[in-house]
T-cell receptor, first 113, second 116 residues
Framework: DGGITQSPKYLFRKEGQNVTLSCEQN?????MYWYRQDPGQGLRLIYY???????QKGDIAEGYSVSREKKESFPLTVTSAQKNPTAFYLC????????????FGNGTRLTVT | AQKVTQAQTEISVVEKEDVTLDCVYE???????LFWYKQPPSGELVFLIR??????QNEISGRYSWNFQKSTSSFNFTITASQVVDSAVYFC?????????????FGKGTKLTVNP
């Protein structure tokens, strides 16, 4: 079945450590995205990539980094510079056509203590 | 700036009741897209509908219907004869037509609980 896989589902880290969240898709989508969701909040865009080896900052990119070396993969690193990293992180992908619907993964819940 | 407001934070209904989820948006663009997504307890968001700003026809899909009114900048979502499986958080979103959906702006969501 085609889809987006995020791993792990739950992640725990100590403050000051970098952590990388995995996102893999087999939908052959060109565009991939990372969103952050906090309780009672909508989704906020962290980074997005429309093509391999290229990505752009979203609305809340500070403290995060990404890479897009393969079409299928778009890992997100939460660095120690991110002041409030505990959140639910959602990865999504879409076709490059204008305003194509996003397909989402199941998310990774990151807890930093 | 674009903005999406979902004024209802939580709604609780009894099975078989009809329920409407409100969505009001703000944009200066004449061309834009509106979306609804469903987030069940499992976490992933599921796409429900996309509507462009030039198409004000209401849409019905089974028990789901959408009412798009540009005059009031609203894109409301109605579930008829609700079921327990409809329990989820529902997000309305707005996108500019600028080469992809990377500028999707989400509302804060409405948590719907359907009780048996």
């Amino acid at each position: 079945d085609g889809g987006i896989t995020q791993s792990p589902k739950y992640l725990f880290r100590k403050e000051g450590q970098n952590v990388t969240l995995s996102c893999e898709q087999n939908l052959n989508h060109d565009a991939m995205y990372w969103y952050r969701q906090d309780p009672g909040q909508g989704l906020r865009l962290i980074y997005y990539s429309q093509i391999v080896n290229d990505f752009q900052k979203g609305d809340i990119a500070e403290g995060y980094s990404v890479s897009r070396e393969k079409k299928e993969s778009f890992p997100l690193t939460v660095t120690s510079a991110q002041k409030n990293p505990t959140a639910f992180y959602l990865c999504a992908s879409s076709m490059r056509e204008n305003n194509s619907p996003l397909h989402f993964g199941n998310g990774t819940r990151l807890t930093v203590t | 700036a674009q903005k999406v407001t979902q004024a209802q934070t939580e709604i609780s209904v009894v099975e078989k009741e009809d329920v409407t989820l409100d969505c009001v948006y703000e944009t200066r663009d004449t061309t834009y897209y509106l979306f609804w997504y469903k987030q069940p307890p499992s976490g992933e968001l599921v796409f429900l509908i996309r509507r462009n700003s030039f198409d004000e026809q209401n849409e019905i899909s089974g028990r789901y219907s959408w009412n798009f009114q540009k005059s009031t900048s609203s894109f409301n979502f109605t579930i008829t004869a609700s079921q327990v499986v409809d329990s989820a958080v529902y997000f309305c979103a707005l996108s500019e037509n600028k080469g992809g959906s990377e500028k999707l702006v989400f509302g804060k969501g409405t948590k719907l609980t359907v009780n048996p």
